[in-house]
């Protein structure tokens, strides 16, 4: 029952992604493309640690990790160009 | 571990469905700070119950899914913060039915009058497209 | 399992091919982006967790922030 849950979840998680996209290529301007931006990558992670768990290894986790902390960085600077500096 | 796991399963699916609500929301709704809204506070949540309900499904690894969430908690507000303060000081627009601009009206309260960099309307709703060069 | 990997390819050639036909540039960076997410997760599926976490680190944190500098001083050129 677990599997089939994950794998409904993965489902959902799929599409998504794929309406995120829709907005991504279609956004009128470019801080609704930024949300995309944001949209698909917390959509992401949790696909990642998914797939941490399908496989068993713990050293998924961490790129995860990486993506949670360096993620925030690309929309901060994207504000930052908005606001006259970078 | 059985209830364990199937409180993990039922954490996992809300979790995926609330994603699938704010990717739906930045789909459907009319301008960019209401995709803003729902494209980080429903994401932020779906995000954070996928975690959980993942980590309750494997408990060995839970202290890294929390510092995950906590990370995750942290910087996601802050950035959707910035992006949405600066768009508004860049002058994309509000949607047609909105009813009010509190941020527009407190700026103009603190002294700051209508023609300065602050709220002037530069740009139209659509990206600026460069002349191609020839 | 394998429908993540058509799934994953499918978002990662709709975002390259925008990223080449997109007219602005801070448009583009932004796809460029979306690239480098979806190339670290392939980098996952096949099993290289070290190159895809340089991918992550570098693809989301310094290419995006260089790409807006480049951007931001041509413009100052042009002007």
Known sequence: MVDRVLILAMALAGAGMLLALIRLLRGPNIPSRAVALDVLTLITMPVMVGLAITSGRVIYLDVALVYGILSFLGVISLARYFDQGV | MAALDIIGALLVLLG?????????????????YNRMQTGTKATTL????????????????????????????????????ALARAAHRAGYPLAAGSVTDALREDEQAGGIEPGSTACQVRDPGSDPQPEVAE | MIIVDILICLVLLAAGVGAMLQRNLVASSVLVGVVSLMVSILFLRIGAPDVAMTEAAIGAGLSTVIFLIAVRRTEEEEQ
């Not at chain 2, 119950?49 to 507000?77: D, H, M, Q, R, S």
């Open chain 2, 16 to 32: 995926s469905l609330f994603l699938f609500l704010g990717a739906l929301g930045i789909l459907r709704m009319p301008d960019l």
């Open chain 2, 46 to 81: 779906g995000n954070m119950l996928t975690l959980v309900g993942l980590g309750l499904l494997e408990p060995a690894w839970l202290p890294k899914i929390c510092l995950i969430i906590l990370f995750v908690l942290i910087t996601n507000p802050l950035s959707s913060h």
